[in-house]
Structures are given as structure tokens and as C-alpha cells.
């Protein structure tokens, strides 16, 4: 119902007319639909200190809370969204059958690290992922958390069936935790601080990308309004790199804007940044990530593995080709326009 409320919101402001890329990317309308989740990321920086907004004084920019990717992608769908933060794992299902969305990753916001994980809540008696047979774990599904939640059973040899995975979002799951209703969760801070307080880590993302099985919050663009609207797909680029030199030459600074966002003090916005892995924005355009034009980069081969694995779980109809997910790759005016 929440997710389904949080798209009505969209579609509601939509239809007042905030919608820059309805119906194919209206250049006529100067105005940005953005998607933002409430997870430590500089995402939150640029709307906190308004960067777009001070690039773009000639746009209205609208920026709405979604609690997962799944109700982002739900979104795209309905053509009410302009440019968002989601995971890799959404990501993936998004570029394959049968969403199919049209839209591009233009942005690496975070590499996923500390800042998502496998608790186990204290007296459930689980000490160890192979412990979870028969037991009740929450994750918001169809999310980076859900993708890693999979990854960990399957390298533990557990499969599936044999855990009780119930689909719930970050705030549901640590009032379910609270109850006690609960025996493990795989879900990202802010939430995931609490949850440490009364349970032991099973297994971080960190620690599953090192096993091969890596994933990112990533910032994507409809393709029509990028398209239509280069210069504000520019400008967003630029702000989001603004806001990742923040957290790397002023964590202070950064703390206290991700902490306004957050409801959190800034030194807890601190200590939750330090647990997240953000690139320098000369990465970006690196090999290893986006790429530059002519040269698509190595995540484009790391979204088709997620998509191979989320096959592999009948999550998915159909694994897209690379090369489509190369094309699904923003790297127009890379590197030279984050500077």
C-alpha cells in the first residue's frame, strides 16, 4: 500500500503539470521530477544545500521520497519520473524483460560497503546464514538488499524455499524488529544502525562484493528527457560530483547536510557515511564504472551479471544483451563535463 501511495503521489504531481519528460520530454516544460531515498549518499547533499536548484534557477525542481527501487521503477513506468537514485539490482530488472524502462545510468552515487547487511536479531537463535532454514527474514524486495539477501543463500547453500523472506521496507522492518516479529533482515542504513543494537552481523555487502556479487546506488535518467534536456542532465552530473568532493575534503560539511536529511546528528551522519565506498568523481568515467563515449565501462558487464543471477532466481523473464545495456549507459560529455 505505501509503495502504491508513493507512486499516486508521483502520478498526482504529474498531472499538475511538474513533469519535464511527460509525454516523450516536453522541452516547453522547464521543470525536473527527481526521486531521492532517505539512505546516506551525497544524493542527499545536492538537495539539502539546493545545488540543482542554483544551477538550474530556470527549472522547477520537485523532489519526492521513494522507499525502495521497485516503486522507483514503478514510476518510470508510469512516465512520472525524470531522474532518480536506485540500486544496481533495480536497475537491473528495470533494463530487462519485461519492464523494459527506458531509462540510462548517468551517475554512481555509492559502491554499497557497511551501509547494507544480514542481521540477525539477538535470541533467534541464528548465528550463521546456513541457520536461517525456517526462519522469518525481512528485505524490501526487488531492492539491492533483496539481490544480496539471494546471494548470501545461495553462497551459504540455502536455498529460497526453505527461509520465510517477507517483503517489507526499511522503517516497517525496524518496527518488526522492535515487536520481535522478526528473526533477521537485509536492509541499509539508516535503519541498519538500529538493528545492530540488538542483533550480530551475518554478512555485509562489502563483504559479498568481494565474493563477486557487488552492488551500487546509482543515479538514472529517462532517456527522453535527456534527450530533450542535455544541459539540466549536465548540471545534475556536476552537482552530484559537487557533493562527493564534500565527502571527501569536508565530512563535516557533509554530515551535517546528510543529517538534516536524515533526522540524524551529524556526528551519527558521520559515522554512517564512513560505512558507505564513494568514488572520486574523476572514477566516474573510469574503466571500471561508466566509461566514457566510445568506451562504455565495465558496469554495464556488472548489471548484466545481476540480471543473469536474478534470472537464475525467476526473477526475471529474460537477460538483456550486453550491448542494449551498453547503450543504457549515459556517457555523453564524459569525463570532461564533472568537472
Aim: negative net charge; contains cysteine; glycine residues 8%.
Amino acid at each position: 500500500m505505501k509503495k502504491l501511495i508513493a507512486v499516486l503521489s508521483v502520478l498526482f504531481l504529474a498531472a499538475c503539470g511538474n513533469g519535464a519528460a511527460a509525454g516523450g520530454g516536453d522541452a516547453s516544460k522547464k521543470s525536473i521530477r527527481i526521486a531521492y531515498q532517505a539512505f546516506p549518499s551525497g544524493d542527499l547533499i545536492v538537495k539539502n544545500q539546493g545545488l540543482l536548484e542554483k544551477a538550474l534557477p530556470d527549472y522547477k525542481i520537485t523532489w519526492t521520497k521513494f522507499d525502495s527501487g521497485a516503486s522507483i521503477n514503478t514510476a518510470f513506468v508510469a512516465k512520472s519520473l525524470d531522474i532518480a537514485a536506485i540500486g544496481s539490482s533495480p536497475v537491473a530488472r528495470g533494463l530487462s524483460a519485461p519492464l523494459n524502462i527506458p531509462y540510462q545510468v548517468a551517475f554512481v552515487l555509492d559502491v554499497a560497503g557497511d551501509n547494507e547487511a544480514l542481521v540477525a536479531r539477538n535470541g533467534s537463535g541464528v548465528t550463521d546464514i546456513a541457520g536461517l532454514k525456517g526462519k522469518k527474514v525481512a528485505t524490501p524486495f526487488a531492492s539491492t538488499a533483496h539481490y544480496s539477501l539471494l546471494a548470501a543463500l545461495a553462497g551459504a547453500g540455502v536455498k529460497e524455499s526453505e527461509v520465510n523472506i517477507v517483503d517489507l521496507e526499511p522503517q516497517d522492518i525496524q518496527a518488526a524488529w522492535t515487536r520481535g516479529d522478526l528473526d533477521a533482515a537485509y536492509t541499509w542504513l539508516p535503519s541498519l544502525d538500529e538493528l545492530k543494537k540488538t542483533g550480530k552481523v551475518l554478512i555485509s555487502s562489502r563483504q559479498l562484493a568481494t565474493a563477486g556479487k557487488p552492488t551500487l546506488d546509482l543515479g538514472v535518467v529517462d532517456t527522453a528527457f535527456a534527450q530533450a534536456h542535455p544541459e539540466a542532465v549536465d548540471a545534475w552530473r556536476k552537482a552530484e560530483s559537487q557533493a562527493l568532493d564534500l565527502i571527501a575534503n569536508d565530512p563535516a560539511a557533509a554530515a551535517k547536510a546528510v543529517g538534516a536529511e536524515l533526522n540524524l546528528s551529524a556526528d551519527d551522519a558521520l559515522n554512517q557515511l564512513k560505512q558507505g565506498v564513494f568514488l572520486k568523481p574523476a572514477d566516474i568515467s573510469s574503466p571500471e564504472w561508466l566509461g566514457t563515449e566510445g568506451n562504455v565501462g565495465k558496469l554495464a558487464d556488472n548489471l548484466v551479471s545481476a540480471a543473469e543471477f536474478l534470472k537464475s532466481q525467476q526473477k526475471i523473464d529474460a537477460v538483456p544483451a550486453l550491448a542494449d545495456v551498453q547503450k543504457a549507459i549515459y556517457v555523453k560529455g564524459l569525463p570532461g563535463v564533472l568537472g
